[in-house]
């Protein structure tokens, strides 16, 4: 079969869907080649359309294509607040925008199941939604001997001797940056470090409440910014612990990533994490619980390799092999179904 992949717009760097993209064309076009022939932004050809931004551009190829369209779910209105700020005034007009864009698709991928019902609610048939998690390469995201890193170290300006806790996404609201920092004030005999940025600008939800934070945070706390792809696995790699205090995720790839280079898991205690990772994760719902889980973590090599071992088992329930075969099936389901 041939698929024509449309997206535009996921190249802003910093942002996961970008990354689940790019990662679900190397998976692809790295394990199915056998199988699927991949065409970008041309249906030339091809038996149907896959969607993955909501980019105007995108909507009139779907509109345009006399092929059927599957189209991935990465937000919905309830999910953008938090994140980007719009004028009130535009809202609504936005929305409806993206709304009308899934309607219009003979199908939805989501990236977690808690966006199904929601969806139901929007008038979307959950006969035609599909939950796919994400994936990411484990040839890129593995663990690396320390003695080789010396230059990572030296580039962030991190200790290696001393305990560091790592967070990754964009500098955003629902991202719990605040409580990130709130931690490391408490706790300063840790290094923390938060790679990511405001990738979009102005515009990101408290961008100016979160500046000030940021340009006031203890000593013991780093906002690198965005790294590159490639770099970040040498950076996990040189942490400790992968602390998330983010309020609102879809299908976190960072989490992804952190477990496959070898890193154990604090998260906040959600409701998608309870639906998604089958495993006794280290959660929190305060700041308190957050700091108990890190210093056991610090202090404790059996706590330590207990939590590795966790996030070792939700990195093979999300393995390439895994997730491939989710998307075959789907895809061969979907040429059943719609092709002619």
Same mark, same amino acid.
């Given at each position: 079969?041939?698929?024509?992949?449309?997206?535009?717009?996921?190249?802003?760097?910093?942002?996961?869907?970008?990354?689940?993209?790019?990662?679900?064309?190397?998976?692809?076009?790295?394990?199915?080649?056998?199988?699927? %022939?991949?065409?970008?932004?041309?249906?030339?050809?091809?038996?149907?359309?896959?969607?993955?931004?909501? =980019?105007?551009?995108?909507?009139?190829?779907?509109?345009?294509?006399?092929?059927?369209?599957?189209? =991935?779910?990465?937000?919905?209105?309830?999910?953008?607040?938090?994140?980007?700020?719009?004028?009130?005034?535009?809202?609504?007009?936005?929305?409806?925008?993206?709304?009308?864009?899934?309607?219009?698709?003979?199908?939805?991928?989501?990236?977690?199941?808690?966006?199904?019902?929601?969806?139901?609610?929007?008038?979307?048939?959950?006969?035609?939604?599909?939950?796919?998690?994400?994936?990411?390469?484990?040839?890129?995201?593995?663990?690396?001997?320390?003695?080789?890193?010396?230059?990572?170290?030296? *580039?962030?300006?991190?200790?290696?001797?001393?305990?560091?806790?790592?967070?990754?996404?964009?500098?955003?609201?629902?991202?719990?940056?605040?409580?990130?920092?709130?931690?490391?004030?408490?706790?300063?005999?840790? %290094?923390?470090?938060?790679?990511?940025?405001?990738?979009?600008?102005?515009?990101?939800?408290? +961008?100016?409440?979160?500046? %000030?934070?940021?340009?006031?945070?203890?000593?013991?706390?780093?906002?690198?910014?965005?790294?590159?792809?490639?770099?970040?696995?040498?950076?996990?790699?040189?942490?400790?612990?992968?602390?998330?205090?983010?309020?609102?995720?879809?299908?976190?790839?960072?989490?992804?990533?952190?477990?496959?280079?070898? *890193?154990?898991?604090?998260?906040?205690?959600?409701?998608?994490?309870?639906?998604?990772?089958?495993?006794? +994760? *280290?959660?929190?719902?305060?700041?308190?619980?957050?700091?108990?889980?890190?210093?056991?973590?610090?202090?404790?090599?059996?706590?330590?390799?207990?939590?590795?071992?966790?996030?070792?088992?939700?990195?093979?329930?999300?393995?390439?092999?895994?997730?491939?075969?989710?998307?075959?099936?789907?895809?061969?389901?979907?040429?059943?179904?719609?092709?002619?």
């Amino acid at each position: 079969m041939r698929i024509n992949m449309i997206a535009h717009g996921q190249n802003v760097k910093g942002q996961g869907v970008g990354s689940a993209y790019f990662e679900l064309v190397k998976l692809l076009e790295t394990h199915a080649a056998d199988q699927i %022939q991949l065409s970008f932004n041309h249906a030339k050809n091809c038996d149907f359309n896959h969607i993955h931004t909501i =980019h105007p551009y995108c909507y009139y190829q779907m509109a345009m294509s006399k092929l059927p369209s599957c189209m =991935h779910v990465h937000f919905l209105p309830e999910t953008v607040e938090g994140s980007i700020k719009i004028p009130k005034f535009a809202q609504g007009v936005f929305y409806d925008y993206f709304m009308k864009m899934y309607r219009s698709a003979n199908e939805l991928i989501v990236v977690n199941p808690i966006f199904i019902e929601p969806l139901t609610r929007y008038d979307i048939d959950p006969e035609h939604i599909t939950y796919i998690p994400n994936v990411v390469a484990t040839k890129d995201f593995y663990p690396i001997d320390r003695s080789k890193l010396e230059a990572t170290y030296a *580039l962030y300006d991190i200790n290696p001797d001393v305990f560091t806790a790592i967070s990754v996404g964009q500098v955003q609201t629902r991202k719990g940056v605040i409580d990130f920092i709130e931690i490391a004030k408490q706790m300063p005999d840790i %290094q923390f470090v938060w790679a990511g940025g405001f990738s979009f600008g102005k515009i990101t939800d408290g +961008y100016e409440a979160l500046k %000030q934070a940021i340009e006031t945070a203890p000593n013991n706390v780093k906002f690198i910014g965005i790294v590159e792809r490639e770099q970040m696995n040498a950076l996990y790699n040189i942490c400790d612990v992968f602390l998330s205090t983010s309020y609102n995720e879809l299908f976190p790839m960072a989490i992804l990533e952190a477990i496959n280079a070898g *890193l154990p898991l604090i998260i906040r205690n959600l409701d998608l994490y309870q639906q998604i990772y089958f495993a006794d +994760y *280290l959660r929190a719902d305060t700041l308190e619980e957050y700091q108990t889980h890190l210093n056991t973590l610090k202090t404790s090599k059996t706590a330590y390799l207990s939590a590795q071992a966790v996030s070792q088992k939700i990195a093979t329930d999300y393995s390439e092999t895994q997730v491939l075969q989710q998307w075959l099936n789907y895809y061969h389901g979907f040429m059943e179904r719609w092709v002619k």
